[in-house]
């Protein structure tokens, strides 16, 4: 039963509101010297010279550029950001499916009787390495060194992509193809399949469904960082992105940032689909 | 047992009918269609592309290639140039800190007005501030650095508030949801005995969802500080700003050492949230 008195009186104050700020102070004070070495001064960006200049360049937002030419323009440079997503992923698959197919464990033939062989080892060893050192350049150091090799343009950004992507995708599906049943695999390899046989009949028909849908959201990732591998010379919608941030221009600014917005939540939601319809 | 039916329909046929394989395509197969249209997407891409596959792959570019490699070697490591490339470091890894720190605190600001706390709330800013998240995710990092170059001027500063922006759209998603799916009864009781809102928030669905948001924290940071190496190549401090530099000025020794502290700092990181997560999960 509820009485008057088993209710006890609500306390006004938060009981431990001394913790509390004791805490965020702590915070504060740590934080302390990572502001003072990222210049974090955001008074900066209130000062009345700032404001104008920012003032300046939003006011040129609208109306967004909408001339047919421009429109035209940036219809091209977003087909041609999809196009060079799509080509990176593709040439990516070219360099991940094989070293995939070398580094997994599950199709070693040695390794089902006991130990794995000692080559056999070293080579998965070294296709593992492989795969770590081209997924940890990012991508957009990548097109900076292609780039200056083979000039401006999209054949950059192609080649960025495929060797980043390689190198995750790669990864990425060994430890799908492993972490599978391997009882099928090795059934086939024990009866004397070869390994391609074993992988296209084992391991491929359990695995397929994640291993497209891996594809298809590293696809999405794709198009969106072939946007951003265009603001080093990369061609596609970045790089007139960068030229007219350059010249000021907000109102292209504006609408090419709504044309990205709107392409990456069209990729968002194909890839979904996509992902939805493959499981 | 249900009466006899006849025995025609339940068993079956004492020798099955010889069946052809499924043609290799037919209308219905939506494998079938989901390959097709992959390759003609992938056809159309190589085709509408003018890639210069001559030029990257005759014997000129790749003798290039080599060159350019070659002058990699050996790193610059005196010491007045690694004591930049350390200042460089700190100053990546103090940007991904404080990015993701003042992302946390935004999304969770962004978060609370876009989750719908219990059934009968009408939340009447949800669907505005989903939009707002949705679109400060949408712009990458980079994008954002080159927009705020404008009005934070070049250095690390803009880079930090580049990270802040982005990540802050991908944590208010990620904590919206976070807090959409905490248990109610807490929440539920605060609000019989008539707390508000935000005083239900920080002492009843807050205190719940804490340890996930963390985690979430830790991993977008993990991310960021990948990003936050590369942003300074639009100017936005850090790393990657040194590089983009001396890269520009065809210093490529000094370029290696770079790359090498680049490298080096994100495999660190790697090793130690690995070792963290593997230390937590047990």
Known sequence: ???????????????????????????????????????????????????????????????????????????????????????????????????????????????????????????????????????????????????????LGPTAGVLAIA???????????????ESGEAQPTQALLRNGSSRLQAFFYGLLPTNAGELTSYTVYRWECAIRSSVVLGFVGAGGLGQQLDNSMKMFNGGEVATMLLVFVVLVALADSTSAWLRKALA | ??????????????????????????????????????????????????????????????????????????????????????????????MSVLGTVLAAVGGLALAIPAS????????????FTRWVLNALRSIPELVWAALLLISAGLGPFAGTLALAFHTAGVLGRLFAEAIENAPAGPGEALRRHGAGRLKVVAYATLPQVLPQLMSYTLYRWENNIRAAAVLGVVGAGGLGQLLAFHMGLFQMNKTATILGAMLLMVALVDALSHALRRGLTR
Request: glycine content about 6%.
């Open chain 2, 1 to 94: 047992m249900n009466g006899m039916k006849p025995s025609g329909v339940t068993q079956p046929a004492a020798n099955q009918p010889y069946r052809l394989p499924p043609p290799l395509f037919s209308a219905r197969c939506t494998a079938c269609w989901f390959t097709t249209g992959i390759l003609a997407l992938v056809v159309a891409s190589f085709w509408s592309l003018d890639l210069q596959w001559r030029q990257f792959l005759s014997m000129e570019a790749l003798r290039s290639m080599g060159r350019f490699v070659a002058e990699f070697f050996p790193p610059d490591t005196s010491t007045a140039f690694l004591h930049k490339v350390i200042v460089g470091t700190w100053e990546t890894l103090a």
């Open chain 1, 1 to 151: 039963m509820r009485t008057a008195e088993g209710v006890q009186a609500v306390p006004q104050r938060d009981p431990a509101w001394l913790g509390r700020v004791a805490w965020i102070l702590t915070a504060v004070v740590l934080l302390w010297p990572l502001g003072v070495a990222t210049e974090f001064k955001p008074w900066v960006l209130f000062e009345r010279d700032n404001l104008k200049v920012t003032a300046q360049f939003l006011g040129t937002f609208l109306p967004l550029a909408h001339s047919g030419e421009f429109l035209e323009m940036v219809a091209r440079e977003t087909w041609r950001t999809v196009a060079m997503a799509t080509v990176g992923v593709a040439l990516a698959l070219v360099l991940a499916i094989p070293l995939s197919l070398i580094s997994t464990r599950v199709l070693s033939v040695s390794a089902l009787s006991g130990r794995m062989a000692l080559l056999a080892s070293l080579v998965r060893t070294g296709a593992r390495w492989l795969l770590i050192v081209l997924r940890s350049i990012p991508e957009l150091v990548w097109a900076l060194v292609f780039v200056r090799v083979v000039g």
């Open chain 1, 163 to 177: 060797l980043t992507y390689g190198g995750m995708l790669g990864k990425v599906y060994g430890e799908i193809l």
């Open chain 2, 116 to 127: 719908r706390l219990h059934a009968e709330d009408h939340a009447p800013f949800r669907g």
